[in-house]
């Protein structure tokens, strides 16, 4: 089945800073990704998605880049802000049930 | 529009014991989907319900879990006899297609 690894597990940046987070997934047939973010007391929320023929996307602050060929992909937010500090999944996922494979999360910490 | 709804938020009980956590769907939602998750690891899949059936159940770790979703609508998740490795963090989501909507979360602690 699939596998999905994310670094870094915790991520403290300055406001204003960009901050990176990085996938890698193993099953070459995942073609959907998305991105959750938990704030505490909540569920996930998806932030952004990108499809396997899509090679980025960005909305506003944030950002999504997908290499099929490593099977790496990566969330960019820039100029953080302290809103910002939550907790981020990556996943992948395939056509049919479009159930996602997550990693383990990304504690993003966003000091004013 | 409301949105998933998971109820209790909280759950303590002594192992052995039972539970059942309930999940409410966004209206209309016909995929209902449960997840759990183990304090600083992953979000696993647990099962996945399309209307009132099990589409893939293939999550759920042993016959001590039972899913039900009547009618298509609000499904429960029941953990009998509980045990400590139970413990966690259950998520239900509902989604039209591909794009999936969270619930809070139902915190449960076996001790």
């Known amino acids: 089945g699939e596998n999905v690894e994310q670094h870094p597990s915790t991520l403290s940046v300055q406001e204003g800073d960009s901050a990176v987070i990085k996938c890698t997934y193993s099953?070459?047939?995942?073609?959907?990704f998305p991105w959750y973010k938990q704030e505490l007391g909540k569920g996930p929320q998806l932030i952004i998605d990108i499809r396997s023929n899509v090679g980025e996307k960005k909305d506003q602050r944030i950002a999504v880049t997908l290499n099929k060929t490593a099977k790496h992909f990566s969330l960019h937010i820039t100029e953080t802000q302290p809103e910002d500090s939550a907790v981020y999944f990556c996943?992948?996922?395939?056509?049919?049930?479009?159930?996602?494979?997550f990693g383990r999360g990304t504690s993003l910490i966003v000091h004013p | 529009e409301a949105g998933v709804t998971q109820f209790p938020s909280h759950s303590v009980i002594e192992k052995g014991q039972t539970v059942t956590l309930r999940c409410d769907p966004i209206?209309?939602?016909?995929?209902l989907y449960w997840y759990r998750r183990v304090m600083g690891k992953e979000i696993k899949f647990l099962l996945h319900f399309v209307k009132e059936s099990k589409q893939d159940e293939s999550g759920m770790p042993n016959n001590r879990f039972l899913a039900e979703r009547t009618g298509g609508t609000y499904s429960t998740l029941k953990v009998q006899p509980a045990e400590l490795e139970d413990s966690g963090v259950y998520f239900c989501a509902s989604s039209l297609s591909y794009e999936q909507y969270f619930g809070p979360g139902t915190r449960l602690t076996v001790t």
């Open positions: 996943a992948a996922s395939k056509g049919g049930s479009y159930i996602p494979t």
């Open positions: 209206s209309g939602h016909d995929n």
């Open positions: 099953d070459s047939a995942s073609n959907y």
